[in-house]
């Protein structure tokens, strides 16, 4: 089963009320494994672990990414993922007047100034493209407020916005749904993927 994660993956950027942030990820009801993101001034360190059982076959998961960011702009982009023996590389830094990012030794040129899917950063809402950090894909977004709803969080019922990103690529489909509190901060997560929803738990 391959390629079935790609779609959420995150890098959160700009959190202003927590440094480390972890999530349980959970598919189809059951935790498979977490993804933690650090935050350092324009830094943002991303993590994830996961596997999962299917069909009798398991599943392995592991990304991590490093970006830097100026002015709400991707800086410089380092990741590092296996989606269960498809590995990727992807490296990227900001010159004159584009970026410039690699995935397994092939680089495209994007425009200057890109954002990954940091859902951490409410910036992104208002984007028309975004990068994808496992791949180097540049994706056109549609990207849409939905409705207020109240939301569990960390045991609490709270008031939250509901936003959905859907996005087109040969990896299939992206459809995305996010939750930010009333002070436009992500607090939770569900994506749909070919065997079952994924949801992030703030632990």
Known sequence: MKKILFLIILVISNFTYAEVWKFDAILNDKVIGQHTFIYENEKTISNANFKFEYLFMDFIYQHKSTETWQDGCLKTIASNTDDDGD????????????????????????????????????????????????????????????????????????????????????DGDLLVHLWYDKNMNWVSLKSQTPIGDMQYKLK
Request: overall charge negative.
């Open 87 to 170: 590995l990727y590389e992807v490296s990227g830094y900001s010159a004159t007047d584009q970026f410039l990012v690699t995935t397994n030794n092939e680089t495209a040129a994007l425009p200057l100034c890109v954002m990954t899917f940091a859902y951490g950063n409410p910036k992104i809402l208002e984007q028309k493209k975004l990068m994808n950090s496992q791949n180097g894909k540049y994706l056109d977004v549609d990207i849409q407020f939905l409705r207020e709803e109240n939301h569990m969080v960390k045991g609490k019922d709270i008031l939250t916005d509901l936003w959905q990103i859907k996005a087109k690529s040969d």
